[in-house]
């Protein structure tokens, strides 16, 4: 949903700098400009230097020359939870490798599993990716990346009566990363339902271990109303280990 006031956002974080992510980066300093949101600045991870958004480096913008998991695994927990993540389209599942790296160093593992359940929603468009993720979709038809997802869908002219976000939320063990449209068509991931997201898990984690149970299967997705990625993983306790004598 569009905001109708100003709010306020220290940091953007690009996953990547294609041409797609440079002209989001020109609506956000047009949404700002609009007096719609404000920010101190822009950081873009992406391995090329010379990426697309690179003509837009200046004193508020930085690319981060390094890979997603990498710059993840190193710094999005030390990011305040007033920042947002910028997904890219077509990017692997980067927040579940992300969750999997930061539970491991609180001990416990999180590992993608085979699809031995029915998965928490299941819309018309449903397919599995290559490293094994589900991607599901409630459009039939090819939308715009900047779409914002309105209530009324610009492209049946009815009501949009589904959400995948909310879908795979109150769905049993399911977990989903909300991204929503912020303003002038960039959709995000507010940090703080990230960190809520992985603090929920690492309590459900505390309790198999407190409860001695050896694992415990979940669904970890990315979502927005109408597309979707995610997978079934496996929690379980990380071995301790040997005392050295």
Same mark, same amino acid.
């Given at each position: 949903?569009?905001?109708?006031?100003?709010?306020?956002?220290?940091?953007?974080?690009?996953?990547?700098?294609?041409?797609?992510?440079?002209?989001?980066?020109?609506?956000?300093?047009?949404?700002?400009?609009?007096?719609?949101?404000?920010?101190?600045?822009?950081?873009?991870?992406?391995?090329?230097?010379?990426?697309?958004?690179?003509?837009?480096?200046?004193?508020?913008?930085?690319?981060?020359?390094?890979?997603?998991?990498?710059?993840?695994?190193?710094?999005?927990?030390?990011?305040?939870?007033?920042?947002?993540?910028?997904?890219?389209?077509?990017?692997?599942?980067?927040?579940?490798?992300?969750?999997?790296?930061?539970?491991?160093?609180?001990?416990?593992?999180?590992?993608?599993?085979?699809?031995?359940?029915?998965?928490?929603?299941?819309?018309?468009?449903?397919?599995?990716?290559?490293?094994?993720?589900?991607?599901?979709?409630?459009?039939?038809?090819?939308?715009?990346?900047?779409?914002?997802? !309105?209530?009324?869908?610009?492209?049946?002219?009815? +009501? =949009?009566?589904?959400? *995948? /976000?909310?879908? &795979?939320?109150?769905? #049993? $063990?399911?977990?989903?990363?909300?991204?929503?449209?912020?303003?002038?068509?960039?959709?995000?991931? !507010?940090?703080?339902?990230?960190?809520?997201?992985? +603090? =929920?898990?690492?309590? *459900? /984690?505390?309790? &198999?271990?407190?409860? #001695? $149970?050896?694992?415990?299967?979940?669904?970890?997705?990315?979502?927005?109303?109408?597309?979707?990625?995610?997978?079934?993983?496996?929690?379980?306790?990380?071995?301790?280990?040997?005392?050295?004598?």
């Amino acid at each position: 949903m569009t905001q109708s006031a100003s709010i306020h956002i220290p940091t953007f974080v690009f996953i990547g700098g294609p041409l797609l992510h440079a002209g989001y980066v020109t609506r956000l300093f047009k949404a700002e400009k609009a007096g719609k949101i404000t920010f101190d600045r822009i950081v873009i991870i992406d391995r090329d230097p010379n990426c697309a958004a690179a003509p837009l480096v200046g004193d508020r913008l930085r690319i981060d020359p390094v890979s997603w998991d990498e710059w993840l695994a190193a710094h999005l927990s030390s990011c305040s939870e007033a920042d947002h993540l910028v997904p890219y389209h077509w990017a692997p599942h980067v927040l579940l490798e992300w969750l999997s790296t930061d539970l491991q160093r609180a001990g416990f593992s999180l590992l993608r599993t085979p699809h031995q359940s029915d998965p928490p929603a299941r819309p018309p468009v449903f397919r599995e990716t290559q490293a094994g993720d589900l991607a599901m979709s409630y459009a039939e038809w090819l939308c715009p990346p900047a779409c914002i997802e !309105p209530a009324l869908c610009p492209h049946t002219r009815s +009501d =949009k009566w589904w959400s *995948l /976000a909310t879908e &795979l939320k109150v769905a #049993d $063990r399911s977990f989903a990363f909300p991204c929503m449209h912020l303003a002038y068509g960039v959709g995000t991931i !507010p940090l703080s339902a990230i960190f809520d997201i992985r +603090d =929920k898990i690492q309590g *459900l /984690a505390s309790d &198999l271990a407190a409860q #001695d $149970r050896p694992d415990e299967e979940v669904w970890i997705g990315t979502a927005s109303h109408c597309h979707a990625l995610t997978a079934r993983a496996r929690l379980s306790k990380l071995p301790s280990p040997c005392p050295t004598l």
